[in-house]
């Protein structure tokens, strides 16, 4: 009686999780951040930090700069190579203040497995953007983080201000 | 009139001050933040005021704007007649450096919210004003606070370079000048210091002279409400310098369309520092 109980259970658990697969399906093939992050970028809110007002929760931390500055007009094309890698991007600023101090170069992430932000680079310039959420990719936004660093009295690299920049993708 | 008049005649003892000072020495400290617990060395390099890097010893002046001086050492003693022996600055390996270490509360005999966020010094001759250039003009170093102080002014972010979006807020309410106090066009009056591609004093370059404010409509601020008043500007492209040129500090000062009404005083507390990254 009881090897019967055990089979049975067996055989609800196999149906049951057989199910799931079927209804669920599996988790697919990975993002391509890559081809995700390709393309042509609308910037569509700016967003400065204080990040020394954070560290001290002193008040005015925050401010929101999109219709402070024409930065509405800046649109940025990220290309890839024949072999679908990055290759040169451009920056088209229009009247916007510049997020990045050169127009034009390569740019790479950092991590082409795991990439926690992407690196501009001409010469021997470069400007780093993190990824503030990857996800974002998944709905065609990119939102991005500068941040400037300073070292402190006790020799640790600190950010003391900081800019969030959200961008939405042009699609053809 | 007679407000106009003395910015005016303060404006050109500015320019009259740092044609006889040496305006070249060039600074640096470690740690190169600190705040006014953290003991901190200053080193000052005179090898472009030649007079200076001539004499035999070197001494500091330093004081907080509008606070105290030297109180914890006995104080800067006498500008022309001889400075305080405590303040004599230290020689490095470097030729033409110096050197003086200090921890701010301690210097001053003074608390961190007394010192604010600004010291300034002069390295100078022990007994100075014998000649041009025995004396430089008056230098500054940022502080960190440690407590949030609402005032009058305040420049958001706390600290920026010059490639950032900077915003500076007049603060009506907590005005004691008349004048100001029922203003509904406010206006500044903005300029900067800093150094060119060869390390040359920039000098003080205005945005626009203090007679064509009026005339500038990118001096004129934002009412955001409540007596809250704004002016949004990237430094790099609002002052006119040249690429390659080094800012290193924005001085401003609010007043009215005419000029008959303005913050009272000097720079010294209407003034940031602008940080130039390695």
């Known amino acids: 009686m009881k090897i019967i109980s055990y089979s049975i259970a067996v055989i609800l658990m196999i149906t049951l999780m057989s199910g799931c697969i079927e209804e669920f399906g599996g988790v697919g093939e990975p993002f391509n951040r890559t081809e995700q992050v390709s393309g042509t970028w609308k910037l569509n809110v700016v967003q400065q930090v204080d990040e020394l007002a954070v560290e001290r929760n002193w008040p005015y931390q925050r401010l ?22 990055p290759s040169g991007f451009s920056v088209n600023q229009g009247n ?77 | 009139m007679k407000k106009y008049i003395l910015t005016v005649i303060s404006f050109l003892v500015v320019g009259f001050t740092y044609a006889q000072n040496c305006g070249s020495a060039t600074f640096r400290t470690e740690p190169a933040t600190f705040t006014a617990e953290d003991q901190v060395t200053l080193f000052v390099d005179v090898s472009g005021c030649p007079v200076l890097a001539a004499k035999p010893d070197l001494y500091l002046w330093i004081f907080v704007p509008g606070g105290p001086g030297p109180d914890g050492v006995g104080g800067n003693g006498d500008f022309c007649n001889g400075s305080n022996p405590n303040l004599k600055m230290t020689p490095t390996d470097n030729a033409n450096e110096y050197s003086y270490t200090f921890t701010p509360v301690a210097l001053f005999d003074a608390t961190p919210a007394e010192i604010g966020t600004s010291i300034g010094f002069i390295p100078k001759a022990f007994a100075a004003c014998k000649e041009a250039g025995d004396q430089t003009s008056d230098l500054f170093l940022s502080v960190e606070p440690l407590v949030f102080v609402e005032k009058v002014n305040r420049s958001f972010p706390n600290k920026f370079t010059a490639d950032d979006v900077v915003t500076l807020y007049f603060h009506q309410p907590l005005t004691e000048d008349e004048g100001m106090k029922s203003l509904t066009d406010v206006y500044v009056y903005t300029a900067i210091n800093g150094t060119d591609a060869d390390g040359n004093d920039l000098g003080w370059v205005e945005r626009a002279p203090w007679d064509q404010v009026v005339n500038t409509p990118e001096l004129k601020m934002n009412h955001e409400g409540n007596g809250v008043y704004s002016l949004h500007l990237v430094p790099k492209d609002f002052y006119p310098v040249n690429p390659g040129d080094k800012i290193t500090r924005i001085f401003y000062k609010f007043r009215s369309a005419d000029g008959n009404s303005a913050i009272p005083g000097g720079f010294d507390n209407f003034q940031a520092e602008v940080l130039n990254l390695e």
Do not use: H
């Open chain 1, 64 to 85: 929101n700069l999109t219709n402070l500055f024409p930065y509405q007009d800046l649109t940025m094309t990220l290309n890839l190579d024949d072999s679908g890698n």
């Open chain 1, 96 to 172: 916007a203040p510049a997020i990045i101090p050169f127009e034009a170069g390569q740019w790479a992430f950092d991590d082409q497995e795991f990439p926690g932000a992407i690196i501009f680079s001409s010469g021997d310039q470069s400007t780093t953007l993190e990824f503030e959420s990857l996800n974002e990719l998944n709905v065609n936004r990119l939102v991005l983080k500068l941040a400037r660093y300073q070292t402190d009295a006790q020799g640790k690299k600190k950010a003391f201000v900081s800019y969030n920049y959200e961008f939405v993708k042009q699609l053809n």
